[in-house]
Each structure stands twice: as C-alpha cells, then as structure tokens.
C-alpha cells in the first residue's frame, strides 16, 4: 500500500468518524450512516491493500528461493 493511499484511507476514516459524530450530536440519522459507510469503505480498501501487499510479498520469497 503506498503512502498515498495509506492517506488517504485514513483521511476518509477520520472524515467517516467526524460525520457519524456530527450525526449523532445533530440528530442526523442518514449523516451518522455515511459516516460509518465512509468508514467501513476505507476499512475495505485497507483490507484489500493489506491482501495485495500479502501476496506480493509470498510471491517475492518464492522467487527469491526458486532463484537459489
């Protein structure tokens, strides 16, 4: 996951965060659910980054022990 990306999921977590909070104070019910919809995204993107950098890296051992 580049830092880029890192940033800006992370961006959109804490934005998610801020409007589920807003929501919640203001009374705003479908403000707090695209908070937590914001946040669950960039809970996805995370966990899809994180399987991408997983196999990347499986597959640089493998290459790595097969060129021994």
Same mark, same amino acid.
């Given at each position: 996951?580049?830092?880029g990306d890192k940033f800006e999921n992370k961006s959109q977590d804490l934005g998610g965060k801020a409007k589920e909070a807003a929501g919640t104070v203001t009374g705003d019910e479908e403000l707090r659910q695209?908070? @937590?919809?914001d946040q669950a995204k960039a809970g996805l993107k @995370?966990?899809?980054e994180d399987v991408k950098d997983a196999v990347g890296e499986a597959a640089d051992k493998v290459k790595r022990s097969v060129e021994r």
């Open positions: 996951m580049s830092v695209e908070g @937590k919809y @995370k966990a899809a």
